[in-house]
């Protein structure tokens, strides 16, 4: 039977610090790069949630050592071998990141995932491992079951990327590169989504001691060994976005601490973001401080480089005091589920109005109604359902265990973040 959550209504301003797990796009990096050093080394304080989880045991199917060490995880890199079985359930770094390592293995790897990973777009990351050399069999589409034939090295050299579906093609091209016998010179196609991720791939190539230059076109990464390295992963800040989004909606404050004062994650950008939807932003010494004024504004934003904020965004548009557009978004159509359609339902079902652009939507609040709706198997349609409930009474979401994907324990931080506002004094 499918489960049901009737998410908490509340009229009281949140008062709550919360603190947050690590970064699922930081981890998922460091697990890939830990796995392609030249020696061990340690994750420390990973994410430890589906997507993250997935990694780590495709890592282990391809002949790397993940073990634990408390929450942690101990990395020790080994030949990397087919035939493997990569179960990639519904993440996308596990789809596009984990190919480029199999093309390291000496036999076959075949990834596949939940029923809606076959629907994720991966034709950019599969045709440019066969420019590199390595023979991929797919149903055509280049979307997943799909078996990567390894022969225990590839080529590399230069390649042109269709990436303006995923970021994550560019990301598991470069990550995987540097064991590649040519490095790689990848130019673009065309634009990609989401820069930030790119980023941040780039600097954790740099931290391992990986030779990446910025050409104008594209990334080149010059041949050479992955350092080993123990990685600290920040909290993940796109995580963080329901529960700031929770002061703006209730009036309330909340505080995210050990906030990184510089990072690739796109959550960073929330700060403006939320400021610009009427939140007082701070930076304190406890962490990132969120108060709401009262005033929930509308957002009128390109969100193609944060587009995986954009539920919880959306959500606080279906609450502002006028319509909102946001745009720049239509790769999101290829995320968990079909997020423009998704959130057009989940919005419209809770009493606003919404207008599907062909990349992106057009909010416009009305009056609040209770209403069932379905998560979609997304973790970020639970947020914004959640984002909801505080303000309309009654939304109730099927499906809410999607959350397992990177927040496992998400109802429980919302229970305690407005337990929390329960024990401030009035
Ligand atoms: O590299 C990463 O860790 C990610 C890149 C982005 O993917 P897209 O570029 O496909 O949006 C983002 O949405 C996803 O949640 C994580
Ligand atoms: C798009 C997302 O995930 P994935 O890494 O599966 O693409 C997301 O977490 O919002």
């Excluded at 016998?181 to 740099?206: I, K, N, Y």
């Excluded at 720049?328 to 989940?346: F, K, N, P």
């Excluded at 419209?348 to 062909?358: D, I, S």
């Amino acid at each position: 039977m499918t489960e049901v959550w009737t998410t908490p209504h509340s009229p009281t301003p949140v008062d709550a610090v919360v603190p947050l797990p690590g970064s699922k796009s930081i981890t998922a990096r460091a697990l890939v790069l830990a796995a392609l050093a030249e020696g061990p080394s340690r994750v420390v304080r990973p994410l430890r949630a589906r997507d993250t989880e997935l990694m780590a045991a495709g890592l282990r199917a391809l002949g790397v050592r993940v073990e634990d060490d408390g929450p942690d995880w101990r990395v020790t890199p080994g030949a990397l071998r087919g035939p493997a079985e990569v179960d990639a359930g519904l993440a996308g770094t596990v789809l596009r990141f984990l190919p480029p390592v199999a093309a390291l293995a000496d036999g076959p790897v075949r990834v596949d995932g939940d029923p809606r990973l076959h629907e994720r777009p991966n034709a950019g990351l599969v045709a440019a491992l066969r420019d590199l050399g390595v023979r991929v069999d797919d149903d055509g589409r280049g979307r997943a079951p799909f078996t990567v034939h390894g022969t225990g090295g590839v080529r590399g050299g230069a390649v042109t990327v269709d990436a303006s579906e995923s970021s994550q093609i560019v990301s598991g091209l470069l990550l995987a590169a540097a064991r590649f016998a040519g490095g790689l010179d990848l130019a673009l196609a065309g634009g990609v989504p989401s820069m930030p991720h790119v980023e941040m791939t780039v600097t954790a190539l740099r931290e391992h001691g990986v030779d990446v230059v910025a050409t104008g076109r594209g990334w080149r990464v010059a041949p050479g060994p992955v350092a080993a390295r123990d990685r600290v992963v920040e909290p993940d800040l796109s995580n963080a976005a329901p529960f700031l989004a929770a002061a703006l909606v209730t009036g309330g404050r909340v505080t995210v601490p050990d906030w990184p004062e510089v990072t690739t994650q796109p959550g960073a950008q929330l700060d403006r973001l939320l400021a610009g939807m009427g939140a007082d932003v701070e930076r304190t010494p406890g962490g990132l401080r969120v108060t709401g004024t009262g005033r929930i504004a509308p957002l009128v934003a390109d969100l193609h480089e944060v587009g995986e904020l954009t539920p919880v965004l959306a959500a606080l548009c279906a609450l502002a005091d006028g319509p909102s557009r946001l745009t720049g978004i239509g790769h999101l159509r290829g995320h968990e589920t079909d997020r423009l359609q998704a959130l057009d339902e989940v919005l419209t079902a809770v009493g606003a109005r919404v207008e599907q652009l062909p990349d992106g939507l057009v909010v416009t609040p009305g009056p609040g109604r209770p209403a069932l709706v379905d998560s979609y198997a997304d973790h970020r349609m639970v947020h914004a359902a959640a984002v909801l409930g505080l303000a309309v009474d009654g939304v109730r979401v099927s499906g809410p265990e999607a959350v397992a994907k990177t927040l496992p324990d998400f109802r429980e931080r919302w229970a305690g973040m407005l337990a929390a506002t329960a024990e401030v004094p009035s």
